[in-house]
Nanobody, 113 residues
Framework: VQLQASGGGLVQPGGSLRLSCAAS????????MGWYRQAPGKQRELVAA??????TNYGDSVKGRFTISRDNKDTVYLQMNNLKPADTAVYYC?????????WGQGTLVTVSS
């Protein structure tokens, strides 16, 4: 299984970005897909996650600003609104299965004026 993330870039404070992550290969349909981020000098933290049944969970710092969704079993999106400089980080998508976790390559999001 491989994950391909896209959509990062440079945006001004208050702006929006949409990240995408597509999974390829065969995997069990019951799973969790999520986004994590890691800023320089900080630990990787949960941004948002969504189960195959549509249940969502968000990190406290992004609640009300970010929305995670998935349009089928293998693609997940992260809509990021009202971005702040503190959101600057490398964003990673992952796929959590019963016995393994797959990580995609990171995509850099920079929020700066």
């Amino acid at each position: 299984v491989q994950l391909q993330a896209s959509g990062g870039g440079l945006v001004q404070p208050g702006g929006s970005l949409r990240l995408s992550c597509a999974a390829s290969g065969s995997f069990f349909s019951i799973n969790i897909m999520g986004w994590y981020r890691q800023a320089p000098g900080k630990q990787r933290e949960l941004v948002a996650a969504i189960t195959s049944g549509g249940y969502t969970n968000y990190g406290d710092s992004v609640k009300g600003r970010f929305t995670i969704s998935r349009d089928n079993k293998d693609t997940v999106y992260l809509q990021m609104n009202n971005l702040k400089p503190a959101d600057t980080a490398v964003y990673y998508c992952n796929l959590q299965l019963a016995s393994s976790i797959v990580w995609g390559q990171g995509t850099l999001v920079t929020v700066s004026s």
